[in-house]
């Protein structure tokens, strides 16, 4: 069974940053992407960014030129760096894991944006 682990989130005013990090308990060569969905209240979960094993990624629109996904191989770990954020932002953010082309997910960790 492979463990997910968010970490990271807390409040922030509008305008400001905040670093989330995903690890996975995992070997490196089994991880085909490791991605960042979010959930705001009432709202479905959506996509936020996405890295693949082969170095692509790929974000919403809602986030492209704000947030940023990167990986430690090392570590198992993928980060996603969030600048300007804005109240809509506001969400639980969950990592999503996929091993031999299997999801797994982390518990979430809730970013709130305040004005």
């Known amino acids: 069974q492979v463990q997910v682990e968010e970490s990271g989130g807390g409040l922030v005013q509008a305008g400001g940053s905040l670093r989330l990090s995903c690890a996975a308990s995992?070997?490196?060569?089994?991880?085909?992407?490791m991605a960042w969905f979010r959930q705001a209240p009432g709202k479905q979960r959506e996509l936020v960014a996405v890295?693949?094993?082969?170095?692509?990624?790929n974000y919403a629109d809602s986030v492209k030129g704000r947030f940023t996904i990167s990986r430690d191989n090392a570590k198992n770990t993928v980060y996603l760096q969030m600048n300007s954020l804005k109240r809509e932002d506001t969400a639980v953010y969950y990592c999503?894991?996929?091993?031999?082309?299997?999801?797994?997910w982390g518990k979430g960790t809730l970013v709130t944006v305040s004005s």
């Open positions: 999503n894991a996929v091993v031999a082309f299997t999801d797994y």
């Open positions: 890295s693949t094993s082969g170095g692509s990624t």
């Open positions: 995992a070997s490196i060569f089994s991880i085909n992407a």
